[in-house]
Protein backbone atom coordinates (compact mmCIF):
# COMPACT_ATOMS: atom_id res chain seq x y z
CA UNK A 1 0.00 0.00 0.00
CA UNK A 2 1.76 2.72 -1.42
CA UNK A 3 2.46 6.08 -3.17
CA UNK A 4 3.48 3.81 -6.18
CA UNK A 5 -0.44 4.94 -7.84
CA UNK A 6 -0.16 8.72 -7.23
CA UNK A 7 3.15 8.49 -9.10
CA UNK A 8 1.31 6.81 -11.94
CA UNK A 9 -1.46 9.22 -11.96
CA UNK A 10 1.28 11.98 -11.36
CA UNK A 11 3.55 10.85 -14.22
CA UNK A 12 0.91 10.91 -16.90
CA UNK A 13 0.84 6.84 -17.31
CA UNK A 14 -1.76 5.27 -18.92
CA UNK A 15 -3.33 2.51 -18.20
CA UNK A 16 -5.28 0.19 -21.17
CA UNK A 17 -6.19 -3.18 -20.88
CA UNK A 18 -4.83 -6.00 -20.77
CA UNK A 19 -2.78 -6.53 -16.91
CA UNK A 20 -2.93 -9.22 -15.34
CA UNK A 21 -6.34 -9.64 -12.68
CA UNK A 22 -5.02 -9.97 -9.43
CA UNK A 23 -6.72 -13.10 -7.69
CA UNK A 24 -7.50 -15.52 -5.14
CA UNK A 25 -4.76 -18.51 -4.98
CA UNK A 26 -1.69 -17.52 -5.26
CA UNK A 27 1.31 -19.75 -3.97
CA UNK A 28 4.22 -17.09 -3.39
CA UNK A 29 7.13 -18.47 -4.15
CA UNK A 30 10.99 -17.33 -3.19
CA UNK A 31 13.44 -16.20 -4.38
CA UNK A 32 11.45 -15.33 -7.64
CA UNK A 33 8.69 -13.26 -5.29
CA UNK A 34 11.54 -10.71 -4.48
CA UNK A 35 12.29 -10.22 -8.23
CA UNK A 36 9.84 -8.10 -10.34
CA UNK A 37 6.49 -9.02 -11.99
CA UNK A 38 6.87 -7.18 -15.50
CA UNK A 39 3.05 -8.02 -16.49
CA UNK A 40 1.26 -6.20 -13.86
CA UNK A 41 0.72 -2.41 -13.72
CA UNK A 42 2.25 -1.42 -10.47
CA UNK A 43 4.94 -3.26 -8.47
CA UNK A 44 7.01 -1.81 -5.50
CA UNK A 45 10.17 -3.03 -3.22
CA UNK A 46 9.49 -0.45 -0.26
CA UNK A 47 11.70 -0.73 3.10
CA UNK A 48 11.24 1.58 6.07
CA UNK A 49 12.82 1.38 9.07
CA UNK A 50 14.55 3.11 12.43
CA UNK A 51 18.20 3.06 13.00
CA UNK A 52 20.63 4.58 15.65
CA UNK A 53 23.57 6.92 14.85
CA UNK A 54 26.81 6.56 16.16
CA UNK A 55 26.12 9.48 19.11
CA UNK A 56 22.81 7.51 19.99
CA UNK A 57 20.29 9.61 17.92
CA UNK A 58 17.16 8.18 16.14
CA UNK A 59 17.15 8.16 12.30
CA UNK A 60 14.19 7.15 10.51
CA UNK A 61 14.68 6.50 6.54
CA UNK A 62 12.63 5.43 3.75
CA UNK A 63 13.86 3.43 0.72
CA UNK A 64 11.23 2.99 -1.93
CA UNK A 65 11.93 1.63 -6.04
CA UNK A 66 8.28 1.58 -8.49
CA UNK A 67 8.34 -0.36 -11.38
CA UNK A 68 5.58 0.57 -13.99
CA UNK A 69 4.03 -1.09 -16.87
CA UNK A 70 2.56 2.27 -18.82
CA UNK A 71 1.25 -0.66 -21.47
CA UNK A 72 1.22 2.25 -24.10
CA UNK A 73 3.99 1.30 -26.50
CA UNK A 74 3.58 -2.59 -26.85
CA UNK A 75 3.74 -2.15 -30.64
CA UNK A 76 6.47 0.56 -30.44
CA UNK A 77 9.78 -0.88 -31.44
CA UNK A 78 11.82 2.14 -31.12
CA UNK A 79 14.76 0.70 -27.78
CA UNK A 80 13.38 4.29 -26.59
CA UNK A 81 9.58 2.96 -25.97
CA UNK A 82 9.26 3.02 -22.05
CA UNK A 83 7.54 -0.53 -21.95
CA UNK A 84 9.08 -0.27 -17.86
CA UNK A 85 9.37 2.85 -15.97
CA UNK A 86 11.50 2.77 -12.73
CA UNK A 87 11.14 5.67 -10.00
CA UNK A 88 12.67 5.75 -7.18
CA UNK A 89 12.23 7.62 -3.77
CA UNK A 90 14.95 7.96 -0.30
CA UNK A 91 13.83 9.97 2.64
CA UNK A 92 15.81 10.18 5.96
CA UNK A 93 14.32 11.85 9.24
CA UNK A 94 16.38 12.18 11.70
CA UNK A 95 15.86 13.51 15.36
CA UNK A 96 18.64 16.12 15.36
CA UNK A 97 17.75 17.65 12.35
CA UNK A 98 13.99 17.60 12.67
CA UNK A 99 12.19 17.81 8.91
CA UNK A 100 12.89 15.10 6.39
CA UNK A 101 14.96 14.74 3.79
CA UNK A 102 13.93 14.25 0.18
CA UNK A 103 15.40 12.72 -3.22
CA UNK A 104 13.88 10.76 -5.98
CA UNK A 105 14.67 9.78 -9.35
CA UNK A 106 13.18 8.18 -12.59
CA UNK A 107 13.80 6.69 -15.51
CA UNK A 108 12.19 4.49 -18.13
CA UNK A 109 13.97 0.65 -18.20
CA UNK A 110 16.68 -0.23 -20.48
CA UNK A 111 20.01 0.63 -21.73
CA UNK A 112 21.83 -0.89 -18.29
CA UNK A 113 20.62 2.33 -16.26
CA UNK A 114 17.46 1.46 -14.99
CA UNK A 115 15.07 -1.97 -15.04
CA UNK A 116 14.03 -4.47 -12.50
CA UNK A 117 14.86 -8.41 -12.73
CA UNK A 118 13.14 -11.55 -12.29
CA UNK A 119 13.67 -14.08 -10.10
CA UNK A 120 15.11 -12.22 -7.02
CA UNK A 121 15.25 -9.08 -6.01
CA UNK A 122 17.75 -6.75 -8.72
CA UNK A 123 16.16 -3.31 -8.99
CA UNK A 124 18.51 -0.62 -10.15
CA UNK A 125 18.22 2.91 -11.18
CA UNK A 126 21.08 5.34 -12.17
CA UNK A 127 23.24 3.98 -10.35
CA UNK A 128 20.28 3.72 -7.22
CA UNK A 129 20.00 -0.29 -5.73
CA UNK A 130 18.17 -2.49 -3.87
CA UNK A 131 19.04 -6.41 -4.47
CA UNK A 132 19.26 -10.02 -2.56
CA UNK A 133 22.82 -11.14 -1.91
CA UNK A 134 23.73 -14.37 -1.83
CA UNK A 135 24.22 -14.90 1.75
CA UNK A 136 19.87 -14.34 1.62
CA UNK A 137 20.32 -10.09 3.24
CA UNK A 138 18.46 -7.26 1.16
CA UNK A 139 20.88 -4.44 0.10
CA UNK A 140 20.38 -1.11 -0.80
CA UNK A 141 22.56 1.65 -2.02
CA UNK A 142 20.76 5.50 -2.79
CA UNK A 143 21.65 8.89 -2.43
CA UNK A 144 21.55 12.23 -3.16
CA UNK A 145 22.78 16.16 -2.57
CA UNK A 146 22.04 16.40 1.12
CA UNK A 147 22.77 12.31 1.81
CA UNK A 148 23.98 9.06 0.80
CA UNK A 149 22.20 5.32 2.37
CA UNK A 150 24.32 2.28 1.94
CA UNK A 151 22.22 -0.30 4.08
CA UNK A 152 21.73 -4.11 4.40
CA UNK A 153 18.91 -6.17 5.43
CA UNK A 154 19.33 -9.30 7.43
CA UNK A 155 15.85 -11.31 7.59
CA UNK A 156 15.23 -12.87 11.42
CA UNK A 157 11.63 -13.77 10.48
CA UNK A 158 10.09 -15.54 7.70
CA UNK A 159 8.48 -13.53 4.84
CA UNK A 160 4.60 -12.48 6.06
CA UNK A 161 2.13 -13.00 3.45
CA UNK A 162 -0.54 -10.35 3.57
CA UNK A 163 -4.34 -11.21 3.52
CA UNK A 164 -5.47 -15.09 2.29
CA UNK A 165 -1.85 -16.47 1.51
CA UNK A 166 -0.86 -13.13 -0.55
CA UNK A 167 -3.98 -12.25 -1.71
CA UNK A 168 -4.93 -8.52 0.11
CA UNK A 169 -8.24 -6.84 -0.83
CA UNK A 170 -8.33 -3.50 -1.27
CA UNK A 171 -11.67 -2.59 -2.06
CA UNK A 172 -15.47 -3.94 -2.41
CA UNK A 173 -14.38 -5.40 -5.91
CA UNK A 174 -12.56 -9.12 -5.87
CA UNK A 175 -10.30 -7.33 -8.46
CA UNK A 176 -9.36 -4.42 -6.76
CA UNK A 177 -6.00 -6.17 -5.08
CA UNK A 178 -2.58 -6.53 -4.75
CA UNK A 179 -0.44 -9.47 -4.30
CA UNK A 180 1.30 -8.59 -1.15
CA UNK A 181 3.83 -9.39 1.52
CA UNK A 182 5.83 -7.90 4.16
CA UNK A 183 9.28 -8.94 5.74
CA UNK A 184 9.46 -7.29 9.44
CA UNK A 185 12.20 -6.94 11.52
CA UNK A 186 15.13 -7.46 9.15
CA UNK A 187 17.99 -6.33 11.21
CA UNK A 188 19.66 -3.14 9.59
CA UNK A 189 22.90 -1.75 9.02
CA UNK A 190 25.21 0.65 7.56
CA UNK A 191 26.08 3.75 6.55
CA UNK A 192 25.00 7.25 6.28
CA UNK A 193 27.36 9.77 4.77
CA UNK A 194 25.72 13.68 5.02
CA UNK A 195 27.96 16.73 4.77
CA UNK A 196 31.23 14.78 3.74
CA UNK A 197 31.43 12.78 6.66
CA UNK A 198 30.16 9.26 6.94
CA UNK A 199 28.65 7.29 10.04
CA UNK A 200 27.70 3.99 11.09
CA UNK A 201 24.23 2.56 11.55
CA UNK A 202 22.42 0.00 13.23
CA UNK A 203 19.22 -0.56 13.54
CA UNK A 204 15.45 -2.44 12.29
CA UNK A 205 13.49 -2.26 9.06
CA UNK A 206 10.36 -3.25 7.31
CA UNK A 207 10.42 -4.72 3.76
CA UNK A 208 7.05 -4.60 1.62
CA UNK A 209 6.71 -6.18 -1.46
CA UNK A 210 3.30 -5.77 -3.48
CA UNK A 211 2.31 -5.56 -7.13
CA UNK A 212 -1.52 -5.06 -8.47
CA UNK A 213 -3.48 -4.10 -11.48
CA UNK A 214 -6.26 -2.71 -10.31
CA UNK A 215 -5.29 -1.19 -6.99
CA UNK A 216 -8.08 1.20 -5.75
CA UNK A 217 -11.87 1.98 -6.30
CA UNK A 218 -12.49 5.37 -8.57
CA UNK A 219 -14.10 6.99 -5.27
CA UNK A 220 -11.14 6.32 -3.50
CA UNK A 221 -8.93 9.32 -1.90
CA UNK A 222 -6.34 7.91 -0.68
CA UNK A 223 -5.21 5.77 2.57
CA UNK A 224 -3.56 5.18 6.35
CA UNK A 225 -1.17 2.71 6.58
CA UNK A 226 1.27 1.24 9.47
CA UNK A 227 3.93 -1.44 9.50
CA UNK A 228 5.37 -1.59 13.20
CA UNK A 229 7.65 -4.47 14.59
CA UNK A 230 7.18 -4.58 18.05
CA UNK A 231 9.52 -5.07 21.20
CA UNK A 232 8.16 -8.45 21.45
CA UNK A 233 8.99 -9.97 18.23
CA UNK A 234 5.62 -9.54 16.99
CA UNK A 235 4.70 -7.41 13.39
CA UNK A 236 1.64 -5.40 12.68
CA UNK A 237 0.55 -4.05 9.72
CA UNK A 238 -2.57 -1.99 9.16
CA UNK A 239 -4.36 0.18 6.61
CA UNK A 240 -7.63 1.63 5.69
CA UNK A 241 -8.67 3.32 2.76
CA UNK A 242 -10.32 6.77 2.63
CA UNK A 243 -13.65 7.61 0.23
CA UNK A 244 -13.46 11.06 -1.59
CA UNK A 245 -16.73 11.74 0.31
CA UNK A 246 -15.23 10.58 3.47
CA UNK A 247 -15.84 7.44 5.37
CA UNK A 248 -13.71 4.62 4.63
CA UNK A 249 -14.42 1.92 1.65
CA UNK A 250 -12.01 -0.93 3.05
CA UNK A 251 -9.81 -1.68 5.49
CA UNK A 252 -7.41 -4.89 6.76
CA UNK A 253 -4.16 -6.05 7.78
CA UNK A 254 -2.33 -8.81 10.30
CA UNK A 255 -1.20 -9.24 13.29
CA UNK A 256 1.82 -12.10 14.11
CA UNK A 257 2.42 -12.82 17.21
CA UNK A 258 5.97 -13.55 18.76
CA UNK A 259 5.27 -17.43 18.37
CA UNK A 260 4.22 -17.04 14.74
CA UNK A 261 0.71 -17.81 14.98
CA UNK A 262 -1.25 -15.01 12.67
CA UNK A 263 -4.35 -13.19 12.69
CA UNK A 264 -6.17 -11.87 9.30
CA UNK A 265 -7.62 -8.05 10.20
CA UNK A 266 -10.76 -7.92 8.49
CA UNK A 267 -12.46 -4.09 7.93
CA UNK A 268 -14.44 -4.55 10.94
CA UNK A 269 -11.35 -5.78 13.18
CA UNK A 270 -9.04 -2.20 12.48
CA UNK A 271 -9.99 1.32 13.24
CA UNK A 272 -7.68 4.74 12.97
CA UNK A 273 -8.59 7.72 15.13
CA UNK A 274 -6.54 10.62 14.69
CA UNK A 275 -5.47 12.60 17.46
CA UNK A 276 -3.31 15.43 16.31
CA UNK A 277 -3.22 16.88 12.94
CA UNK A 278 -0.19 18.81 11.62
CA UNK A 279 -0.65 21.35 8.78
CA UNK A 280 2.54 21.40 6.05
CA UNK A 281 3.33 25.41 5.22
CA UNK A 282 5.09 24.02 1.96
CA UNK A 283 1.99 22.10 0.82
CA UNK A 284 -1.46 23.17 3.10
CA UNK A 285 -1.77 19.71 3.37
CA UNK A 286 -3.33 19.06 6.79
CA UNK A 287 -2.20 15.44 8.19
CA UNK A 288 -3.37 13.02 11.14
CA UNK A 289 0.18 12.53 12.30
CA UNK A 290 -1.25 11.15 15.81
CA UNK A 291 -3.65 8.36 15.45
CA UNK A 292 -4.62 5.86 17.94
CA UNK A 293 -5.05 2.16 15.96
CA UNK A 294 -7.14 -0.31 17.47
CA UNK A 295 -7.11 -4.06 16.53
CA UNK A 296 -9.93 -6.42 17.07
CA UNK A 297 -8.26 -9.62 18.17
CA UNK A 298 -9.18 -12.86 19.42
CA UNK A 299 -8.46 -12.05 22.92
CA UNK A 300 -9.99 -8.52 22.77
CA UNK A 301 -9.37 -5.26 21.32
CA UNK A 302 -5.60 -3.77 21.40
CA UNK A 303 -4.73 -0.04 20.99
CA UNK A 304 -1.58 1.39 19.45
CA UNK A 305 -1.01 5.02 20.00
CA UNK A 306 1.12 6.25 16.64
CA UNK A 307 3.59 9.21 17.28
CA UNK A 308 5.20 10.82 14.88
CA UNK A 309 9.48 11.04 15.84
CA UNK A 310 8.42 14.87 14.66
CA UNK A 311 5.38 16.02 12.13
CA UNK A 312 7.40 17.14 9.57
CA UNK A 313 7.87 13.83 7.61
CA UNK A 314 5.98 14.82 4.38
CA UNK A 315 7.52 14.03 1.08
CA UNK A 316 6.77 16.65 -1.62
CA UNK A 317 8.41 15.50 -5.16
CA UNK A 318 6.21 17.71 -7.13
CA UNK A 319 9.22 19.37 -8.39
CA UNK A 320 9.38 15.85 -10.49
CA UNK A 321 6.08 15.82 -11.30
CA UNK A 322 5.78 13.28 -8.98
CA UNK A 323 3.03 13.40 -5.49
CA UNK A 324 2.93 14.95 -2.42
CA UNK A 325 2.48 12.38 1.25
CA UNK A 326 3.42 12.23 4.07
CA UNK A 327 5.78 9.07 5.46
CA UNK A 328 7.26 9.39 8.59
CA UNK A 329 8.97 7.62 11.59
CA UNK A 330 6.23 6.99 14.31
CA UNK A 331 6.77 5.11 18.00
CA UNK A 332 4.02 3.52 19.78
CA UNK A 333 3.99 1.86 23.19
CA UNK A 334 5.51 -1.20 22.12
CA UNK A 335 7.54 -0.72 19.03
CA UNK A 336 8.34 1.18 15.85
CA UNK A 337 7.57 1.69 12.78
CA UNK A 338 6.57 3.78 10.14
CA UNK A 339 2.96 5.42 8.95
CA UNK A 340 2.16 6.89 5.74
CA UNK A 341 -1.13 8.89 4.69
CA UNK A 342 -1.78 9.39 1.09
CA UNK A 343 -4.41 11.35 -0.55
CA UNK A 344 -4.51 14.71 1.71
CA UNK A 345 -3.30 17.15 0.09
CA UNK A 346 -5.34 16.24 -3.20
CA UNK A 347 -7.47 12.83 -3.31
CA UNK A 348 -5.67 10.14 -5.72
CA UNK A 349 -6.07 10.06 -9.55
CA UNK A 350 -6.28 7.17 -10.96
Known amino acids: MRALLALVAAAG ?10 RPGIR ?5 DHGAHPAFRTEWWYVTGWLKGEDGRDIGFQITFFRVNPHATTDNPSRFAARQVIFAHAALSDSRIGHILHTERAARAGFSLAGAATGDADVRLNGWTFRRLRDGRFASRVGGRDFTLDL ?16 SRKGPKPAQASYYYSMPHLAASGTLIRAGRSERLSGEAWLDREWSSDYLATDAAGWDW ?15 IRGKGGGVLWSGGSYRRPDGRITRLSPRDVAF ?5 WRSARTGARYPVAQLLRIRLPEGIRAFPL ?22 AVRTNSGRGYLELTGYAAPLRM
Open 13 to 22: LAAPSPYPVV
Open 28 to 32: LSFPA
Open 152 to 167: SFRPTQPPLAQGANGY
Open 226 to 240: TGLNLDDGAALMAFR
Open 273 to 277: SPKAT
Open 307 to 328: RPMFADQEVDARAAGQPVYWEG
